[in-house]
């Protein structure tokens, strides 16, 4: 996305005002027993902020909810979550909404909208409101009257009139309570061009030039900012938003995604918006990554299938391709694939002129139940195409693939998990960043490293090395006695490594000891010249100690 400035301003983030103190306007036994709670909550509240609390930004969104979930509040809600910012709802409708359109509206009653935001506003002071459809003009009065009651940061507001499939949400009724109560309250307004249209009584807006007009216009309305979207110009011209702030124009380019999946994409970047205003960012900076974010979502989903209706609903998350295809490890780790572990070395594969995905594929073939790329050497561009490829192979035969060290390329190929040593990224902050799904590993020399892997939100740990080994420098040898230390104290799953073969698993696998699961090997598979031949050699000494163990 290309924005352009046609004049710079420096919008300082709008000032946190305190709202007001929740007044007594309660008159039912219930009320006044959710009174004395609410006014226990803010003693018990005011005590902890004097300890360290986290400032979360929070956007309470006034709008319709959408059954379908494309759009409206749960679009705001998902768009929210994505952004990082807790979102709180008042809904103002119920429709019944797919992706052919809506079947039906039931309009929330104006009392029963004024006690939500009640509730929220006078409890969880949002930062930032942002609304959405609000079909009757009673609601628009009760909105605003209760900004004026518990007045917050910043106003968004999305002039919700049309659904995507073009069935209305509000009226024109609704036109004159926008213009003449909610926009002079707003802090950025952002019609499309229908929108800004039905707002102006109907112009025609066809170009950039209309939508200048159309935006200082509504400015006159009050809006400190009017956003004028025009992903509805012809199809043949950029996608081009243009925002006003009384002054200024500034335009935001965007290149057209085709894609039917653009139900919902109003709510969302007007979520988006209010997402970054609550974070504390300016106008300008809040449309132009919200604009980023629904770009790259719209880009993402442009190929999912949800619903058999002409639009369909993006994808906030980024995550449910994954699901396609059979691409995601949808189960739990399972601590028996710790079996047979290859762990992959270029400098080996190199040696015997083969590539890593070749290397890989006659491993699994072997028996290998987990497969571990360790690429010192590699290059990070080399290292995630190869990283790819494997991961490719790994999931055609249900096996997972893991990366050595490095969190990005593992992250960024999106492969099941990573291994990572004592010097390396610590597990938990490995864990943050790959999320709860993945697996981590953790080698360990010590009882106190197990402890501390656990603690940190492991899966498994690596143990050696157990045998001396040349396949990794200067690393000390800590014996069966040193691994079986390790496995008794563990609370997690444990692999032995280091010096690990064909004539020595029996030995380590029949100490018996309980977490035990399995040995990682490097060079007796991969520094030999038919991987899948010692592979499947190996797997037959396992299988047998592991029968005579029971
Ligand atoms: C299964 C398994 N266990 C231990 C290691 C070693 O990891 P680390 O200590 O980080 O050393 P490097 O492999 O990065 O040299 C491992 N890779 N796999
Ligand atoms: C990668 C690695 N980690 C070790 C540890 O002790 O944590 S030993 C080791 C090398 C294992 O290679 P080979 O199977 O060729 O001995
Ligand atoms: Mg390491």
Redesign the pocket.
């Known amino acids: 996305m290309g924005f352009q400035s046609h004049h710079h301003h420096n919008f300082s983030a709008p000032r946190l005002q305190s709202n007001c103190l929740l007044k007594s306007g309660f008159s039912s036994t219930k009320k006044i027993h959710q009174f004395n709670q609410s006014r226990a909550l803010k003693v018990k509240s005011a005590m902890r902020q004097q300890e360290d609390e986290v400032r979360i930004p929070h956007v309470l969104t006034v709008a319709g909810s959408d059954s379908g979930a494309g759009a409206g509040i749960q679009a705001d809600l998902k768009a929210c979550a994505a952004r990082g910012v807790y979102c709180s709802t008042v809904i103002t409708a119920v429709t019944a909404q797919n992706t052919v359109g809506v079947q039906g509206v039931n309009v929330v009653p104006e009392d029963f909208v004024s006690e939500q935001l009640r509730s929220v506003l006078s409890d969880m002071r949002p930062d930032v409101v942002k609304t959405g459809m609000l079909p009757t003009t009673g609601i628009v009065k009760v909105i605003c009257q209760s900004l004026e009651e518990f007045p917050v940061r910043a106003l968004v507001v999305d002039p919700v009139m049309v659904s995507t499939s073009g069935d209305t949400l509000a009226g024109p009724s609704i036109l004159a309570s926008f213009r003449e109560e909610l926009l002079p309250m707003a802090d950025i307004v952002t019609p499309n061009l229908k929108e800004a249209s039905a707002l102006l009584g109907g112009v025609p807006l066809e170009s950039l030039a209309d939508m200048r007009s159309a935006a200082k216009s509504i400015h006159d309305f009050g809006p400190k900012h009017v956003l004028v979207k025009g992903g509805d110009l012809p199809a043949s011209l950029d996608a081009v938003d243009i925002l006003y702030d009384g002054k200024d124009f500034f335009e935001f380019h965007c290149s057209r995604i085709i894609t039917p999946n653009t139900h919902g994409t109003g709510c969302s970047l007007a979520s988006s918006i209010a997402a970054e205003l609550a974070k504390g960012s300016s106008v300008v900076s809040a449309v132009k990554v919200a604009k980023r974010y629904i770009e790259s979502a719209l880009d993402y989903s442009k190929d999912i299938f949800i619903g058999n209706g002409r639009q369909g609903p993006l994808d906030h998350h980024l995550k449910l391709k994954n699901y396609a295809h059979g691409l995601c490890r949808q189960r739990l780790f399972d601590p028996g694939n710790l079996f047979l572990y290859a ?1 992959t ?1 270029s400098r080996m594969n190199q040696k015997w002129s083969r590539s890593i995905t070749d290397a890989v594929k006659a491993a699994i073939e072997g028996g290998a139940t987990i497969v571990q790329l ?1 690429e010192k050497e590699a290059d990070t561009l080399d290292f995630l195409e190869s990283a790819k490829a494997c991961l490719k192979i790994c999931r055609q035969h249900g096996v997972p693939l893991l990366i ?1 060290d490095r969190i990005d390329v593992a992250l960024a190929c999106d492969a099941d998990g990573v291994h990572v ?1 004592q010097s390396d990224m610590p597990a938990r902050v490995a864990r943050v960043l790959l999320g709860p799904d993945k697996i981590i590993g953790v ?1 360990c ?1 010590t009882p106190e490293q197990a402890q501390q892997a656990w603690v940190d939100g492991a899966d498994y740990i ?6 001396p ?4 420098e200067n ?2 040898t ?1 014996g069966l006695d040193g691994l079986e230390a390790v496995c008794l104290a563990s609370k997690l799953p444990v692999v032995a ?5 064909i004539s020595n698993a029996h030995s380590v696998m029949e100490l018996q000891v309980p977490n035990l699961k399995g040995v ?5 598979l991969f ?1 030999r010249e038919s991987v899948l031949t010692e592979t499947q050699k190996l797997h037959k000494v396992l299988l047998k100690s592991s029968t005579e163990v029971r």
């Open positions: 762990v070395d360790r050595n040593g080698s020399k690596g143990c050696g090395g157990v045998y080994t040349s396949t990794k690393n000390l800590i490594i280091g010096g690990i073969g990682a090997v490097v060079s007796a520094d």
